[in-house]
C-alpha cells in the first residue's frame, strides 16, 4: 500500500497532520505545503505501512471552515481557467474562419469581443501552427 490519506488542520500556528490508515502517525509543519514531506519522512520509520515512503502518495483531508472554503474557490478557479482555455479555443477558431471570409481585424475584433491586436496575435498563431 502506498496511497494514504491524512487528516490536517491548523492549530496553534502549525499544521498537524495524522495519518488516517494509522492514527499513530502524527506530524507537524508550520507551513501547509510542508506536510506532505513531514508524512514521508515518518512513513520511513514504518516499514509495516509502505515500503517505498519516498514514493507515498498522501491524500490530504484539511479541516476548518476557512481552509476548506479557499480549496472551494480554488477548484472552481481551477474549473474558470479550465473554461476559458476551451472558450479561447473557439475564439480562436472563429477568427480563423472570418478571416478566411475576407473580414478585416476590426471587424473580427468587433464581432468577438476582443482588441483587433489580440486578432492579430491570434491569426498569427495558428498560420504558424
Known amino acids: 500500500m502506498n496511497c494514504f490519506t491524512a487528516t490536517v488542520e491548523r492549530d496553534s500556528g502549525w499544521w498537524v497532520g495524522q495519518l488516517d490508515q494509522d492514527p499513530g ?76 471570409r475576407g473580414y478585416n481585424y476590426r471587424d473580427i475584433a468587433y464581432l468577438l469581443g476582443i482588441s483587433y491586436g489580440r486578432v492579430g496575435q491570434i491569426l498569427k498563431q495558428h498560420s504558424a501552427a
Do not use: C
Open 25 to 100: 502517525v502524527i506530524v507537524q509543519a508550520r507551513r501547509l505545503d510542508q506536510i506532505e514531506d513531514e508524512f514521508k519522512d515518518a512513513l520511513g520509520l514504518f516499514p509495516e505501512l509502505t515500503d517505498d515512503a519516498e514514493s507515498a502518495q498522501i491524500e490530504l483531508a484539511i479541516g476548518g471552515e476557512a481552509e476548506k472554503a479557499a480549496l472551494s474557490a480554488r477548484d472552481e478557479l481551477e474549473e474558470l481557467r479550465r473554461r476559458e482555455h476551451d472558450q479561447l479555443g473557439k475564439i480562436a477558431q472563429h477568427a480563423k474562419e472570418l478571416s478566411e
